[in-house]
């Protein structure tokens, strides 16, 4: 251990954050050691003069003025928090059921315009046949099968949101 | 009609109760009490009087968003001092990054410490009263470095162990411990200069 790293114990020890078996060794060392007990008495008539020593001030602005300002910060954080809040929660609402909801009413729509108005399709109805549609926000493919009397529709919606707007929700 | 609360001969935890419940007059009444308090605490750290008390105001405002997470576990204006330190170590990264602080950086004292640090032996005048120690200790503290002057802030007036001062820092315990020994020296140095210089020591 070198004379640098013996300093920065003493002052440890001087701090009471050295503790157990080290610091009984270095009281014992302090013991026959003059220079680092000097050392040592140095170190603590510092700390006893630092300690509680912080100078007392007054707040450069009345008590009224100071807490006007407090109560305005707070007020206006909460304001914002909750206009922060209303948007993303209708964003929410919108994306997880209006758009999908959507999807499925066009869907049906184009699904029943291709039954009624457009009877004699030349994919004879008896055979299995698919249909795709997409759109921007939403893919959608249906099955059908005549015989088992059956369709079945993939609904294929990727919610891509802005890192802007998941970071409000966090908010 | 319910009469209103005596806020100000209210004890402390009551306050902070009435405060946890939304009670806008209690939490003035805390500011009332601790205000130069926690401006003491951010001056000390800052030395910027400006910034002080903005850093004050916003240790207010969170408090009053964190209030729900105070259990009592240390005492109210502790649990206070340490959200405006805080306020204060991020308000000093930021102008660190802000200004490449490279003086700074030379003088900065990470790795091992000088060769031989001596300590000054500081004794305190008798018929130098306390008030008058403590601005020269004051005076001594403006002229140390950010670092050293934190440091030494949150030991000795904050009271924080090494090891959170090292985390609140972001900085190895080692690191903390040579700052603290550095801004001693420094300490003991500038004082004792400037008791010679008043005369009030040979």
Redesign the interface.
């Known amino acids: 251990m070198n004379e640098n790293e013996i300093q920065l114990k003493v002052q440890a020890l001087v701090d009471g954050e050295l503790t157990g078996r080290e610091a009984e060794e270095l009281r014992d060392r302090l013991e026959t050691d003059a220079g680092l007990k000097e050392f040592y008495e140095r170190l603590t008539a510092v700390r006893e003069l630092m300690a509680g020593a912080e100078l007392p001030r007054t707040l450069p602005e009345s008590g009224d003025f100071h807490w006007s300002q407090i109560s305005k910060a707070i007020e206006c954080e909460e304001r914002q928090a909750k206009h922060m809040a209303r948007p993303a929660s209708g964003a929410n609402w919108l994306l997880r059921w209006v758009f999908p909801l959507a999807g499925i009413a066009c869907l049906m729509l184009l699904l029943t315009l291709q039954q009624t108005r457009n009877p004699n399709l030349s994919i004879p109805l008896g055979s299995d046949h698919e249909l795709e549609l997409s759109i921007d926000d939403l893919d959608v493919m249906t099955f059908n099968t005549g015989d088992d009397n059956m369709s079945v529709v993939w609904l294929d919606y990727t919610i891509n949101l802005q890192q802007d707007e998941i970071d409000l929700w966090l908010d | 009609m319910p009469e209103e609360p005596a806020y100000s001969s209210a004890e402390e935890p009551q306050l902070v109760e009435w405060a946890k419940s939304g009670d806008?007059q209690a939490f003035?009444e805390l500011?009332?009490r601790y205000?130069?308090r926690i401006?003491?605490?951010a001056?000390?750290i800052m030395r910027n009087?400006t910034l002080a008390?903005d850093l004050?105001?916003?240790a207010?405002?969170k408090a009053?968003?964190r209030l729900d997470q105070f259990h009592g576990e240390a005492s109210f204006p502790t649990w206070l001092s340490r959200i405006v330190t805080n306020l204060c170590l991020d308000e000093l990264r930021r102008q660190k990054r802000a200004r490449m602080d490279s003086i700074e950086a030379m003088e900065e004292t990470t790795g091992?410490?000088?060769?031989?640090?001596e300590?000054?032996?500081?004794?305190?005048v008798e018929g130098l009263s306390r008030r008058e120690?403590?601005?020269r200790?004051?005076a001594a503290l403006a002229k140390l470095s950010d670092k050293h002057r934190t440091v030494?802030?949150l030991?000795?007036?904050e009271q924080i162990?090494?090891r959170e001062i090292a985390e609140k820092m972001g900085t190895s315990i080692?690191t903390v411990?040579?700052r603290?020994?550095y801004a001693?020296k420094r300490?003991?140095s500038l004082?004792k200069e400037t008791l010679k210089r008043d005369g009030l020591i040979e």
């Open positions: 806008m003035e500011v009332a205000r130069d401006y003491v605490r001056y000390s009087e008390v004050s105001q916003n207010w405002v009053w968003q091992p410490v000088e060769n031989r640090m300590v000054e032996t500081v004794d305190p120690l403590r601005e200790i004051d030494i802030v030991y000795e007036f162990e090494y080692g411990m040579s603290l020994f001693r300490m003991a004082l």
